[in-house]
Every structure is written in C-alpha cells, then in structure tokens.
C-alpha cells in the first residue's frame, strides 16, 4: 500500500512542546526545519485541512531526514512520527541514513497539542494539533490531517472537541476552523462529511460502526464521484487528476511517496 507523506512544517511549538523545543533547539538555530509527517491516502483533500490530530497516549519520535530522498531542498530537516514509520522510512532511504533509525528523542502526544503546522496548499496557513484517541500507532505515522469537509472522522472529532474542550484539555479557539469545500459529490454535495454525519445521526466518535461505514461512503463519493471544486484542478474529476496532484506536491517538496508493509496493511482492519 502507497501512502503519501505530507511534510508539514513546525511554525510555532506550543506551550506544552518546551522538551520538544529543547530536544531541536541546536538544529532550528541552524536553520533546519522540523516537520510533523501526516500519512494520507486523500493528498487532494489538502486544500481544506482544518487541524492535525495525534494521539494523546502514543509516543513519537525526532528523526533526521534524508538530504536527498523525499527531501529536494537537500538541506538537513527533523522529521516526527512513530518509531514504528522511522524504521520503515529509515528502510526505504527517507531518512538521514538508510536502514539505520537514530532517534534524537521522545515526546508524547499530549507534548505536541496547541503546537502550530504549515500545511502546504490549504486555505488555512496554519493550523493547531489537536488530539484524535482512535488514531493507531501501527498505522501510517499516527498523525493524521483533519479534513472535516470530507472525512466523517473528523468532522465528528472536531464536533467533540468544540464540544468537550475541557476534558480534552484543549483551547477551544484551536478547533474554530469551520469545514472548506474542496470537492463536489453527486450525492452528498460539498461538504460530503458533514451531510454524512448528519443524516446518519452520529453523535461522537465512538459511534465506530457508521462511522466506518460512513467512511466507506465517503470514500467511494470522494473518489469516484467527486469534482475538485478549488485548485490548479477546479472542475475536474478527482479521480483523473489526484496522482497529478500527488507528483505535484512531491516536486513542491511538501510530500514524499512511501509504501506500509503489507503484514501492517492487513492490521488496518482490525
Ligand atoms: C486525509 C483524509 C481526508 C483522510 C479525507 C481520509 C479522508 P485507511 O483507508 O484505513 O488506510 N489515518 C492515517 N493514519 C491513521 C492512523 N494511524 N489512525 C487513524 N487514522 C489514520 O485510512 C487512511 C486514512 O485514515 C488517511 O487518509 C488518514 O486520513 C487516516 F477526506 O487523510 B486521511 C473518507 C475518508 N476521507
């Protein structure tokens, strides 16, 4: 399975990031960015990203990227994800050096909340991490753009989270990002997710079931039926242009292509 890796660049560490700050200070002094790794099947939705999730419990790492692969500025950048994706980027030449894992730290999850990220193309030019507790560590790089105009995931998370902000132990202010139109089903029209969460009536994230198959849905609508309303793309099919978009986005330098093993892909249905 190909995923792709969007390079989402630090802007701002938040208030609870001051280890993470610490741990990159001397390379942020050099000029090197450090990037959040957002694994994603859905790069034409990125136009519309709202908020980044992680997962409060899991514990990321610090990595060197590769000057070369997956990095065309060749210049010396961090990378952070799970120990489990490093390995598999370290495998595939992604990282500083190849099959090697050098982690220069650890941080939790709950670590990188209220922290600011550039996502490229997005109408919003900077979002917050937020928190997502159904995100897996055994799956892409357990951060995950939020993309609530066509991902009933997210749109419910989001309405938790505004909903809940207390015991999430967020700033209310950092999920005020309302949904963006980014393509146009036949059925469900523009914004697919929030229709989809509406007329199934799923109230939170816990309702798993349909919300996968409200997933589903999405999904099929999304990519067979969609039209890009926004974009060098306006007015065509997602599915003819969405690996153009991909390569697009590889040769701005703000994604990189990489493959999930196929024992972990299997893992997904879990
Ligand atoms: C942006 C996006 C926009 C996504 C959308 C989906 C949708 P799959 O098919 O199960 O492999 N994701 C990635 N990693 C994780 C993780 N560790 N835990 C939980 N969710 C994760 O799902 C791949 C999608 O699941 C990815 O694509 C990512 O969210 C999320 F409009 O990125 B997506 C209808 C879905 N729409």
Known sequence: QEYVAMKLEVTQWGERAARVKDLVASAQAQGQKVFMLAATLRS???????????SPTVKYGVYRA????????????????????????AYQGLLKEEDKVDQIGEIDGKELLGTKVHP?????????????????????????????????????TTLDLRKKSEYYNIDPSWVAAEPIPVLTTPTYGDLTAVALVEQMKINSPKDIKQLAE????????????????????????VEDIKTRLRD????????????????LVMSRSQ
């Open 44 to 54: 034409e939705t990125m136009y519309g990203v709202t908020n980044v999730f992680v």
């Open 66 to 89: 590769s000057t070369t692969k997956g990095n065309s500025s060749g210049q010396d950048a961090l990378y952070i994800c799970t120990p489990r994706a490093a390995r598999n980027l």
């Open 120 to 156: 490229a193309l997005s109408a919003n030019k900077e979002v917050y991490v937020v928190p997502m507790e159904s995100i897996k560590d055994n799956k892409g790089t357990a951060i995950v753009i939020c993309m609530p105009a066509d991902s009933p995931d997210d749109w419910v």
């Open 214 to 237: 409200a997933k589903e849905i999405a999904y099929k609508e999304g990519f067979y039926g969609g039209t890009m309303l926004v974009g060098k793309f306006k007015g065509e099919k």
């Open 248 to 263: 697009e986005l590889v040769s701005m330098d703000c994604a990189f292509v990489y493959s999930e093993p196929e024992n």
